[in-house]
């Protein structure tokens, strides 16, 4: 069984592993960085507007 690979990657790296370099897999791979970085975007304004919204309820009650 690994020398079947090791032969299969030997004459066509393509034909081996069908996955690379398909347009699709570039997208997906693309899109899930993207919501990944509007995701941290989101969690991190979140935050701050938790930060700000205790700074202002701090400040009526003294």
């Known amino acids: ?12 790296i393509y034909q081996s592993f069908p996955g690379i370099g398909n347009p699709r897999d570039e997208e997906l ?7 990944a970085r509007v995701t941290k975007e989101r969690d991190f304004l979140r935050d701050a507007l ?13």
């Open 1 to 12: 069984m690994l020398s079947r690979w090791v032969w299969e990657v030997e004459t066509d």
């Open 50 to 62: 938790w930060v700000q919204v205790i700074k202002a309820t701090v400040i009526l009650k003294y």
């Open 29 to 35: 791979t693309r899109l899930k960085r993207e919501l």
